[in-house]
């Protein structure tokens, strides 16, 4: 799959304000910032996104996924890091 895809899917389903998608051949990175991952545990948080995602990981068309969230404040501390 292609990053852009990744990111519009997401874009599509759910109200966050960024969405970054790298690939390193097969494995994908997706960073997902947004207010409504505020109050979250980090397990809800990952799967919201795993939820978006569910189509494409179960046709085997993406396989490898890490993802990271951040409400747009961590976001801002966080940035440097993992970019």
């Known amino acids: 799959m292609d990053c852009k895809e990744i990111e519009q899917l997401i874009l599509a389903a759910i109200a966050v304000d960024e969405v970054h998608v790298t690939s390193d051949g097969s494995h994908y990175k997706v960073i997902a910032v947004g ?12 799967q919201t996104i795993y939820a978006q995602l569910s189509e494409q990981i179960a046709s085997g068309a993406l396989h490898a996924l890490t993802i990271k969230t ?13 970019m």
């Open 70 to 82: 951040f409400t747009p404040t961590q976001w801002k501390r966080e940035k440097m890091f993992n």
């Open 35 to 46: 207010d409504m991952f505020d109050g979250m545990s980090r397990v809800k948080q990952q």
